[in-house]
């Protein structure tokens, strides 16, 4: 299929790395252009657009892969935006984390100009967009799903129906909050265990093994033992996320306890300095400033 992919950041560059695999034709944009050209230096079949305007300009499917609502808003709808050339019919999909409010007024306002859209949030961090096996949770239409599966089968494993356009936000903000949560109780728990004088090899290779096990235990507790905080997702991301979710939550008038303690840790852990680094990080606001290793 003819695809644009608007934004090649660390998850971006990937997924559509995958898509120029798959045999599509990529046209991509990104706002440091410099990122654009290089990544076609190493697709060559690949091509660069001056804005999102050029890109969509032929495009069955225009993806958007960036940080939060108003990007993608003004990428598809505003000065040079991707809606300004694109053809009627053509399908839009948005896999950046947005919350479902912002997927429905975009949905909405592309519609009305006869473009179809799904909101199709990922999860998996970079190592799963690297090999193509991320999970999608998208919503919209069921025939626009179903259209969009060669385009997102080659960059995802697991690829879900949620139900209307909103509701794969709903899944995506829900779900990372849950992984949020997980990784603060896998740091407190570290911590805890290194106050009490435990084997942490050992209660680290118990927990894998039995109901403790986790893909945050597989992912985090070393980076969180060792300090080191190389960016799989962002800590400010996962803030983000987190406070989308609580945002959603309220408005339907419910509450999720454990999503607000673990936002004001990770808020705490951005404020230090490491809204940057991996979110494994939010343990630094968990530990005892004389406390330098588990």
């Given at each position: ?82 809606a300004d050339r694109a053809q009627p019919g053509t399908l839009f999909i948005d896999c950046s984390t947005i919350g479902p409010s912002a997927a429905r007024v975009i949905g909405v306002t592309l519609g009305n100009h006869g473009f179809a859209f ?132 309220r408005s339907d008038g419910g509450d999720f306890e454990f999503g607000e303690r673990t936002e004001a840790i990770l808020a705490a852990a951005s404020q230090m300095g490491y809204g940057e680094q991996d979110f494994a990080a939010l343990i630094e ?10």
């Amino acid at each position: 299929m003819k695809t644009a992919f608007l934004g090649l950041g660390i998850m971006g560059s990937r997924m559509a790395a995958n898509l120029v695999r798959a045999g599509h034709e990529v046209t991509v944009w990104n706002r440091t252009a410099a990122t654009a050209d290089a990544f076609v230096v190493q697709h060559p079949s690949a091509r660069v657009a001056p804005t999102p305007r050029d890109a969509a300009a032929d495009a069955e499917v225009v993806l958007t892969m960036v940080v939060d609502g108003p990007q993608v808003e003004r990428l598809l709808l505003g000065a040079d935006g991707a809606a300004d050339r694109a053809q009627p019919g053509t399908l839009f999909i948005d896999c950046s984390t947005i919350g479902p409010s912002a997927a429905r007024v975009i949905g909405v306002t592309l519609g009305n100009h006869g473009f179809a859209f799904l909101d199709a949030p990922v999860t998996g961090s970079s190592p799963r967009a690297e090999d193509g096996t991320l999970t999608f949770m998208v919503g919209g239409e069921r025939h626009e799903f179903e259209r969009a599966r060669p385009v997102l089968e080659a960059m995802g494993k697991v690829i879900v129906y949620a139900g209307e356009v909103g509701q794969g936000q709903v899944v995506k903000v829900i779900n990372n909050t849950v992984a949020a949560v997980n990784a603060a109780t896998l740091g407190q728990a570290l911590l805890a265990a290194a106050g009490a004088g435990a084997d942490l090899d050992a209660l680290v290779a118990v927990m894998a093994a039995g109901s403790g096990g986790s893909a945050m235990l597989d992912l985090k507790a070393t980076p969180m033992r060792t300090r080191d905080y190389t960016t799989l997702f962002k800590l400010d991301h996962m803030l983000k996320d987190v406070r989308l979710c609580l945002e959603t939550v309220r408005s339907d008038g419910g509450d999720f306890e454990f999503g607000e303690r673990t936002e004001a840790i990770l808020a705490a852990a951005s404020q230090m300095g490491y809204g940057e680094q991996d979110f494994a990080a939010l343990i630094e606001a968990l530990r005892d400033p004389a406390e330098t290793r588990l």
